[in-house]
């Protein structure tokens, strides 16, 4: 209910209005991320660790995308808690796994073998999100938080320490990391110009498969965390919210999924597979897996139906 929204107590229009965004905006996500699994599980886009990061990644904004659509300006209680909890631990995971990429990325210029992360990926981007997900209980500071349940706004100290520290730390890293990257991916194509060797050709491939499509991730979520951050920083320092601010940070806070969901639609290579042909196809293969293509001539030249040629070939 509104009148439990602590980011605007005196005009609760301006919490509808938010929570109407907040809904609307996850459910985009929401979708997008649902539209990502189909691809994914059609085109079985997941024999290869860099699509599974792609995957995990999904599931994690999808879960995160519900956590905001549910979510709502509650009193502090258990219900309230319990969506704390839910959100903070689904933010928790999508950062993680926003952050296994970005290592997956730096292995895979450094030529490691990454597949034997994947376990590790999991510990982490899972087990850290409960551990940091539940101590905010220790000292009972889940409640209502402007238009959803989080940590409340007179609890600054939990909230730097438990999320927007290690997020701007987090984020710093992943920043300067993909700076690195990205520059060492040019630097790198431009010493290939002009030369070919089997080495070089396998490094090409490797930088085309397992680097390229995991870029534009980390990029997104830097983005769009942006302004959550500024306006967290912003409420730290003063007890009068901003509207235009406010209402951009629940914005971005669940647009994830839907970002993610144009980026992998226009990627090169599956937007080749985006046409009615290939959807077809696919959908054949995976409704009849054993359904084998045959290709038979078509022009009458190559066949000859004759009953005394047919003799003389047995």
């Given at each position: 209910?509104?009148?439990?929204?602590?980011?605007?107590?005196?005009?609760?229009?301006?919490?509808?209005?938010?929570?109407?965004?907040?809904?609307?905006?996850?459910?985009?996500?929401?979708?997008?991320?649902?539209?990502?699994?189909?691809?994914?599980?059609?085109?079985?886009?997941?024999?290869?660790?860099?699509?599974?990061?792609?995957?995990?990644?999904?599931?994690?904004?999808?879960?995160?995308?519900?956590?905001?659509?549910?979510?709502?300006?509650?009193?502090?209680?258990?219900?309230?808690?319990?969506?704390?909890?839910?959100?903070?631990?689904?933010?928790?995971?999508?950062?993680?796994?926003?952050?296994?990429?970005?290592?997956?990325?730096?292995?895979?210029?450094?030529?490691?073998?990454?597949?034997?992360?994947?376990?590790?990926?999991?510990?982490?981007?899972?087990?850290?999100?409960?551990?940091?997900?539940?101590?905010?209980?220790?000292?009972?500071?889940?409640?209502?938080s402007g238009v959803w349940c989080w940590i409340g706004s007179e609890y600054t100290v939990w909230r730097f320490a438990t999320w927007y520290v290690p997020l701007f730390l987090l984020i710093c890293l992943m920043f300067g990391m993909y700076l690195y990257i990205r520059v060492t991916v040019q630097k790198t194509v431009r010493t290939w110009e002009g030369f070919y060797d089997p080495d070089t050709e396998r490094k090409r491939q490797m930088m085309s498969e397992e680097i390229k499509p995991l870029v534009i991730y980390p990029f997104i979520y830097l983005g769009l965390s942006l302004f959550p951050l500024i306006d967290r920083i912003e409420n730290a320092f003063s007890h009068h919210a901003v509207f235009w601010l406010v209402l951009i940070h629940v914005i971005c806070s669940p647009l994830l999924g839907a970002c993610n969901a144009i980026a992998y639609a226009v990627d090169r290579e599956m937007l080749s597979r985006l046409n009615w042909q290939s959807i077809r196809t696919a959908w054949q293969t995976r409704n009849n897996p054993s359904a084998v293509i045959r290709e038979y001539p078509t022009y009458p030249g190559n066949i000859d139906n004759s009953e005394d040629t047919l003799h003389a070939n047995l």
């Open positions: 209910m509104a009148k439990y929204c602590t980011a605007f107590p005196d005009d609760f229009s301006k919490c509808e209005t938010l929570i109407i965004a907040k809904r609307a905006v996850a459910s985009l996500s929401l979708i997008g991320c649902i539209f990502m699994l189909f691809l994914i599980w059609l085109f079985k886009k997941y024999q290869y660790l860099t699509e599974r990061l792609i995957f995990y990644l999904t599931i994690a904004a999808l879960l995160d995308s519900v956590a905001y659509i549910v979510g709502g300006v509650r009193e502090d209680g258990p219900q309230c808690e319990f969506e704390a909890f839910f959100l903070s631990f689904f933010d928790w995971s999508v950062l993680l796994w926003v952050l296994c990429i970005v290592f997956n990325l730096y292995f895979n210029l450094r030529m490691m073998k990454t597949d034997r992360f994947e376990k590790f990926y999991h510990v982490i981007c899972w087990g850290l999100a409960s551990v940091m997900s539940v101590l905010p209980f220790i000292s009972d500071v889940y409640g209502p």
